[in-house]
Structures are given as structure tokens and as C-alpha cells.
């Protein structure tokens, strides 16, 4: 794939850049700031960006800012977040154009090679990647007037890996349940939140959003 790593911290840039060229990508740019990721996102179309939340001058959501600056000019565009801490705000904002193709990872996950690789390609795939540090602080969250209080036990577990990111297969291993029943909670997830079949949205992404928010 072709990448493009915005990180202003020199270490774990480099790193990263390394671990990415090993496994066979392009890393097509590397920059520091905001306005050269949207510039060099909007100009190179790598197939996934890879963002720090914070980056110069203020070191705040100059990643974030970036990050949904480039898919209002490029609709759909691939970016996976890496944040040191949990900000769920951030994943919300990507979230609401409901295009998919992002992800929010905790920087410590990048550890993981085999899991970042995942959630890499999942993204650039179209599909949506949440930390599971992200979904337990969502559950913890909700407030009184919870859009999921129609949900089961179960499918409130099935939800959360979906924001995870995980497919139908993947779901039915991690809950140990068999793929059809998996497919029967999600089309249950689909009816409770008023979510009917149409061309023009993707419900899985939906549901998440509406996990995001409640």
C-alpha cells in the first residue's frame, strides 16, 4: 500500500516508517504538521494516511483538524489515527460523514504488529477500526437517554466488536457463536436502531456511529 505517516515525534515516525517499509508498503510522504499532511494527502492519494492527533504548533487536534479537512475535500479518504490517550470526540468527528474507512488506535497498540498491520489494511479497505480502550470509555459513557436501551446483553456485545472493527466471522470466534447467529444480532441491531437496507448508507457504519454517540 501506499502510505502517508503525518507524526511529529521523530522516534516512533521512524519507527513506524521502518516497520511499514518492511512489510512491503510505500510510505509515499512523511510530515510533521497539518497543513502538509492535508496538502500532501490531497495531492499524493496514498491509500491510508497514518495521523497523530497532536501535532505543531499548539500540539492540541492539529492531526484531527487535518484529518477532517482531507475528507471534506476527498470524500471517503483512508485515515487511521493514533492518539496517546483516549479521546472519543475525535473518532466521533471522523465518524459523522459515515463513509468509513477510519480508524482510532491508542499509540501503544502500534506495539502490536500484527494487530496494527490489521487494522492498517482494514482501513484502507473501507472499514472502521476502534481501540478497545475507545469502546470500554464509550460503554462507561452513555448518558440517560441511551439509543442502544433496546439492545440484549448480547447484542450490545456484538455491536461493541463491530466498532472494533471486526467482521461477522471474526465476532462468532471471539464470542464463540456460530456466524448465523451473529448475522441474526446484527440484523437485530439493524431493526432496534431504525436502520432499514439502503444503497446510499452502510448500516454496519451507522450503527457504530450511533454506539459512538450514545
Request: glycine fraction near 6%; aromatic fraction near 4%.
Given at each position: 500500500?501506499?502510505?502517508?505517516?503525518?507524526?511529529?515525534?521523530?522516534?516512533?515516525?521512524?519507527?513506524?516508517?521502518?516497520?511499514?517499509?518492511?512489510?512491503?508498503?510505500?510510505?509515499?510522504?512523511?510530515?510533521?504538521?497539518?497543513?502538509?499532511?492535508?496538502?500532501?494527502?490531497?495531492?499524493?492519494?496514498?491509500?491510508?494516511?497514518?495521523?497523530?492527533?497532536?501535532?505543531?504548533?499548539?500540539?492540541?487536534?492539529?492531526?484531527?483538524?487535518?484529518?477532517?479537512?482531507?475528507?471534506?475535500?476527498?470524500?471517503?479518504?483512508?485515515?487511521?489515527?493514533?492518539?496517546?490517550?483516549?479521546?472519543?470526540?475525535?473518532?466521533?468527528?471522523?465518524?459523522?460523514?459515515?463513509?468509513?474507512?477510519?480508524?482510532?488506535?491508542?499509540?501503544?497498540?502500534?506495539?502490536?504488529?500484527?494487530?496494527f498491520s490489521?487494522?492498517?489494511?482494514?482501513?484502507?479497505?473501507?472499514?472502521?477500526?476502534?481501540?478497545?480502550?475507545?469502546?470500554?470509555?464509550?460503554?462507561?459513557?452513555?448518558?440517560?437517554?441511551?439509543?442502544?436501551?433496546?439492545?440484549?446483553?448480547?447484542?450490545?456485545?456484538?455491536?461493541?466488536?463491530?466498532?472494533?472493527?471486526?467482521?461477522n466471522t471474526?465476532?462468532?470466534?471471539?464470542?464463540?457463536?456460530?456466524?448465523?447467529?451473529?448475522?441474526?444480532?446484527?440484523?437485530?441491531?439493524?431493526?432496534?436502531?431504525?436502520?432499514?437496507?439502503?444503497?446510499?448508507?452502510?448500516?454496519?457504519v451507522l450503527?457504530?456511529?450511533?454506539?459512538?454517540?450514545?
Amino acid at each position: 500500500m501506499r502510505v502517508l505517516l503525518a507524526d511529529d515525534a521523530v522516534l516512533l515516525r521512524e519507527g513506524l516508517v521502518r516497520l511499514l517499509t518492511e512489510q512491503g508498503h510505500d510510505v509515499v510522504a512523511v510530515v510533521g504538521d497539518g497543513p502538509s499532511l492535508v496538502s500532501s494527502a490531497l495531492s499524493l492519494r496514498p491509500d491510508v494516511s497514518i495521523v497523530d492527533v497532536r501535532m505543531p504548533p499548539t500540539h492540541t487536534d492539529e492531526g484531527l483538524r487535518a484529518a477532517v479537512s482531507i475528507r471534506h475535500a476527498w470524500p471517503g479518504a483512508p485515515i487511521l489515527v493514533l492518539s496517546q490517550y483516549v479521546e472519543v470526540s475525535y473518532a466521533d468527528d471522523l465518524l459523522a460523514d459515515r463513509r468509513g474507512a477510519v480508524g482510532y488506535l491508542l499509540k501503544d497498540r502500534v506495539a502490536d504488529i500484527a494487530e496494527f498491520s490489521d487494522a492498517l489494511h482494514r482501513v484502507a479497505a473501507g472499514g472502521t477500526v476502534l481501540d478497545p480502550e475507545v469502546v470500554a470509555q464509550l460503554l462507561v459513557r452513555r448518558r440517560v437517554h441511551d439509543p442502544l436501551a433496546a439492545l440484549t446483553p448480547r447484542e450490545r456485545e456484538v455491536l461493541a466488536l463491530m466498532a472494533e472493527g471486526r467482521s461477522n466471522t471474526a465476532i462468532a470466534r471471539t464470542l464463540v457463536i456460530t456466524e448465523g447467529a451473529v448475522e441474526k444480532h446484527v440484523a437485530n441491531i439493524f431493526a432496534k436502531l431504525s436502520l432499514p437496507p439502503d444503497e446510499d448508507t452502510n448500516r454496519r457504519v451507522l450503527a457504530v456511529l450511533t454506539f459512538l454517540r450514545s
